[in-house]
């Protein structure tokens, strides 16, 4: 079984602060791992993936995110906060074990204050 | 750039009603899902449709759930009588090849209030 575990439901930045939302996974195979983001009354937007290639992955808006095994963990980061990144993000596993279902963490709202 | 839509956008219905939630997904994806997000809880999935048929599904979609491609666009969720706790926002997904690292592209959701 695969479960994601998202570490603080509520994260407050300032703006032109770093952003570390955290996501630790747990999967018996080999993961691939998604960061995606919901406006407010929008749907799920992919932010990242991580699908075993390299395990530093960039994505949209200046994020990225970094894979590491030993750790089990997704964490995404942003060196500069932005007013416009206020909304909740959910990180995201699946693999190759034939499933085709995402298993979501259960989010995390950033809140930035000006 | 092309989405995934659902209509209507917010659903109010009685307990016992049916309801159908409607998705339009891309158009060149094979696979398609539906998702749901109880208020403050995770999202959660509900079922994965390929080739005109159920492929995967979870504990939760028991029978008063079936879905349908009723024709070469649509893809929809019908629940055959509403309980309370089917009040949640649903999602309807799609993605372009069956590989688990192809993307899902959501729809903004149906927001499904049971009353």
């Known amino acids: 079984a695969q479960s994601v575990t998202q570490l603080g439901s509520h994260v407050s930045v300032s703006e032109g602060a770093l952003v570390l939302l955290r996501c630790n996974y747990s999967?018996?195979?080999?993961?691939?791992l998604f960061w995606y983001v919901q406006y407010p009354n929008q749907g799920l937007q992919l932010l990242l993936k991580?699908?075993?290639?390299?395990?530093l992955v960039k994505g949209i808006n200046g994020f990225e995110a970094e894979f590491k095994k030993s750790e089990t963990s997704f964490h995404l980061t942003k060196p500069s906060a932005h007013m416009s990144d206020a909304a909740e993000y959910f990180c995201a596993v699946t693999s190759d074990t034939g499933r085709r279902a995402l298993t979501f963490g259960s989010g995390t709202r950033l809140q930035v204050q000006p | 750039e092309p989405e995934v839509t659902q209509t209507p956008s917010h659903q109010v219905t009685q307990m016992g009603q049916e309801v159908i939630l409607r998705c339009v997904p891309i158009?060149?994806?094979?696979?398609f899902y539906w998702y749901r997000q109880i208020l403050g809880q995770k999202v959660e999935f509900l079922v994965s449709?390929?080739?005109?048929?159920?492929?995967?599904k979870s504990e939760i979609f028991d029978d008063q759930f079936s879905v349908e491609r009723p024709d070469g666009s649509n893809f929809t969720l019908k629940i055959r009588s509403t309980k309370l706790e089917d009040s949640a926002m649903y999602f309807c997904?799609?993605?372009?090849?069956?590989?688990?690292?192809?993307?899902?592209?959501f729809g903004p959701g149906t927001r499904l209030t049971v009353t």
């Open positions: 158009s060149n994806h094979l696979y």
């Open positions: 991580y699908t075993s290639a390299a395990t």
């Open positions: 449709f390929y080739n005109n048929e159920i492929s995967e």
């Open positions: 999967s018996s195979v080999p993961p691939y």
């Open positions: 997904a799609s993605s372009r090849n069956r590989e688990p690292f192809y993307e899902q592209y």
